[in-house]
């Protein structure tokens, strides 16, 4: 039942990130979201919602192909390979999500590999 909850979470994540659909991302997030990438470290929903708007608006069309989810044994931090495309430039990342008891996303960690 939580691997299933999570799992729900994760691809509803990386849909919304797709389509730039910021208010139901934002719903996925925690108040105390802490994001993480190899450029950035914002916390706060505000700041974090503020953050994704940016990378939204500087890309026209942005593509995530999910090649592997690895979830933790408690089920409360999840591992994905994922392949971005943002325009014409294709990323190979490794996103860590993290989760509180209601299923929010508390720490997004992203990897560029």
């Known amino acids: 039942m939580i691997k299933k909850k999570i799992n729900k979470t994760v691809l509803e994540y990386f849909h919304f990130f797709e389509k730039k659909n910021i208010v139901e991302l934002e719903k996925l997030f925690s108040q105390s979201i802490i994001v993480h990438d190899w450029n950035n470290l914002v916390k706060g929903k505000k700041k974090s919602v503020e953050f994704n708007k940016k990378i939204f608006n500087s890309f026209n069309k942005i593509n995530i192909k999910i090649l592997n989810i690895f979830y933790e044994k408690s089920n409360k931090i999840v591992s994905c390979q994922i392949q971005i495309t943002l325009d014409k ?11 509180d008891k209601n299923y929010k996303i508390t720490k997004v960690m992203a990897y560029k590999l």
């Open 89 to 99: 430039i294709k990323i190979k990342v490794v996103d860590i999500l993290f989760f």
